[in-house]
């Protein structure tokens, strides 16, 4: 190989209700990358047990993730979706990088220390690992693109770091075993068996805060419901949240820098940009100088005319619970296939004795 080909790859916990936060920085991002490119859409259910160990629910919460992935116009049968679980060689793999990365770099990652808090030492190892089976789902396609928010760009900057020592620690049965491709790291030419893959983040729903407070970003976790829009909301739901959402008392300025220390207003001009694929500065170019009075019904409308077909046909996708079962059946089996080929090849590379 001189390249590696590009593959997206990305993947969502089945935990909680999808938001206008997951659809706008990532799912709708997973709908546009795959006209031209190759994607691999997972439901990370061995990710959701990091946190929290018993789920009465797991299943049917895996499945409602593939009903939204559905519902927002993920093809899986040009494409592939699936749930992590399914595929043993993510877990294989993940055990690989937790020997390659260092324990440093675990404890410096942000989600870590939000996640475990103040008693770190009862944390599950599984939480302190979380980034290396994440490296691990998209190393294990060999990916070079991932679409995620703005949150999780530390995580594939990990990534790279773990697929840079493996391929520096293992350049040596990299080149014997001709398994390598050829990549440019900064000036050098290098043979890796890993991609140093790339974030697809950016755009104006990089990171939707909560409708309740400007300084959070929107969760799942948060424990008021008015914080967030969720996918399954109804058109009345989504608009009395978006008219009870907080804002300043100013009408909305026609300039970016008007939008300075007004994260509030600014949120909803990015909610705005978002879902109409417009940026910040178009949004305001229209509304500028009009009251949230104006703009925030203006803004219900939007949302209600493209959440609400998505919350219909998440309804009709998961009421058909055969269908989605054998979507992520078709889907396990066709990554496990790709997952099995890389595999074969680390298994090698490692030494490991096999026949
Ligand atoms: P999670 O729900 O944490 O599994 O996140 C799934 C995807 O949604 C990831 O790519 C996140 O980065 C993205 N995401 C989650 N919350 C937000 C938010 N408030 N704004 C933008 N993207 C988000
Ligand atoms: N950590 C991601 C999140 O919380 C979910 C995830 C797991 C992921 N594995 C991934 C995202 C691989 C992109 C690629 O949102």
Not at 34 to 46: F, G, P, R, T
Not at 99 to 128: H, P, Y
Not at 165 to 177: P, Q, T, V, Y
Not at 253 to 275: C, F, H, K, T
Request: hydrophobic letters at 40%; a neutral charge.
């Amino acid at each position: 190989m001189t390249a590696f080909q590009p593959l997206v790859f990305s993947g969502v916990q089945p935990t909680g209700n999808l938001h206008l936060g997951n659809y706008l920085g990532a799912i709708r991002k997973f709908v546009a990358l795959q006209e031209k490119s190759d994607c691999i859409y997972c439901v990370v259910d061995l990710h959701s047990i990091t946190a929290q160990l018993v789920h009465g629910d797991l299943a049917d919460q895996t499945r409602s993730i593939t009903a939204a992935f559905l519902a927002s116009g993920i093809d899986p049968k040009k494409h592939i979706v699936f749930n992590q679980s399914r595929v043993m060689q993510h877990a294989e793999l993940a055990w690989v990088f937790n020997c390659v990365a260092r324990i440093g770099w675990m404890n410096r990652m942000t989600q870590f220390k939000d996640k475990a808090g103040k008693d770190r030492e009862n944390a599950s190892l599984g939480l302190l690992a979380y980034p290396s089976l994440m490296a691990a789902d998209m190393m294990v396609y060999r990916a070079t693109h991932v679409p995620v928010g703005d949150d999780q760009k530390q995580h594939v900057e990990l990534t790279r770091d773990i697929a840079q020592k493996f391929n520096n620690d293992f350049s040596g049965r990299i080149a014997e075993l001709g398994v390598g491709v050829e990549m440019q790291v900064g000036e050098e030419t290098v043979n890796g068996f890993f991609p140093l893959i790339e974030p697809v983040i950016g755009g104006p729903a990089a990171r939707i805060m909560s409708l309740r407070d400007g300084s959070k970003k929107m969760s799942k976790s948060d424990p008021s419901d008015l914080s967030r829009i969720n996918l399954t909301d109804d058109a009345d739901t989504i608009s009395k949240k978006i008219r009870k959402a907080k804002t300043d008392p100013d009408a909305l300025p026609s300039e970016m820098d008007g939008l300075a220390g007004r994260p509030e207003a600014e949120n909803l001009v990015g909610i705005y940009a978002g879902l109409t694929d417009m940026t910040k500065e178009a949004v305001l170019q229209q509304f500028g100088g009009q009251q949230f009075s104006t703009f925030k019904p203006a803004l219900a409308d939007l949302a209600v005319e493209k959440l609400a077909p998505i919350a219909g046909e998440m309804r009709r996708i998961s009421a058909d619970r055969t269908y989605v079962d054998s979507v992520l059946r078709d889907g396990g089996e066709r990554a496990g296939a790709r997952a099995e080929a890389t595999m074969k090849s680390v298994r090698e590379i490692m030494g490991f004795l096999q026949h």
